[in-house]
T-cell receptor
């Protein structure tokens, strides 16, 4: 499989718990992006990495959110002290320079 | 600021009809990229097309065609002879010249009835 992989596909967590999602981009892609999509809306940009450097973060990314991309390979997105408003689909995408993004299937988070 | 507007929230057509999905964008960048993505019920975003701001040629790919007009800041998408499998949410998106982040419209839900 040469696409973008995300794990897990679904996550149900209790409010206040921490969750971590993983994204494995296409191996030769140097850019990696995280987006969040709520029901009935388009994806919203969260953050972007070029190799291992996190170059841009959206205002949507509160201090409860942190993303890493060690060694410029896979990336993790952690949400601490989850709130019900965090329930959404979290999408990862990768690209090579300025070309079109390839999206993963997403991780659907439900906070109960 | 960059913004993408897809005014059509939902469209319903009967199979074999042609349908056009509208997209209007705002940007101050002179170099930018426009995209269309399809999101079927399975949820995965499927890349359809990328167009840079210097290329205003219309493009046709099978039953799909795109009309890019800088004068009206529009990048419309037409499906000819629609099929049931075209039913999905379609997103128009815009990124700046560095392609660092992509701004999506709210999407248009297309339903093609048999």
């Amino acid at each position: 499989d040469t696409g973008v992989s995300q794990d897990p596909r679904h996550k149900i967590t209790k409010r206040g718990q921490n969750v971590t999602f993983r994204c494995d981009p296409i191996s030769e892609h140097n850019r990696l992006y995280w987006y969040r999509q709520t029901l009935g809306q388009g994806p919203e940009f969260l953050t972007y990495f070029q190799n291992e450097a996190q170059l841009e973060k959206s205002r949507l990314l509160s201090d409860r959110f942190s993303a890493e991309r060690p060694k410029g390979s896979f990336s993790t997105l952690e949400i601490q002290r989850t709130e019900q408003g965090d329930s959404a689909m979290y999408l990862c995408a990768s690209s090579l320079a300025a070309r079109g993004y390839t999206f993963g299937s997403g991780t659907r988070l439900t906070v109960v | 600021a960059q913004k993408v507007t897809q005014a059509q929230t939902e469209i319903s057509v009967v199979e074999k009809e042609d349908v056009t999905l509208d997209c209007v964008y705002e940007t101050r960048d002179t170099t930018y990229y426009l995209f269309w993505y399809k999101q079927p019920p399975s949820g995965e975003l499927v890349f359809l097309i990328r167009r840079n701001s210097f290329d205003e040629q219309n493009e046709i790919s099978g039953r799909y065609s795109w009309n890019f007009q800088k004068s009206t800041s529009s990048f419309n998408f037409t499906i000819t002879a629609s099929q049931v499998v075209d039913s999905a949410v379609y997103f128009c998106a815009l990124s700046g010249g560095n392609n660092n982040d992509m701004r999506f419209g709210a999407g248009t839900r297309l339903t093609v009835k048999p």
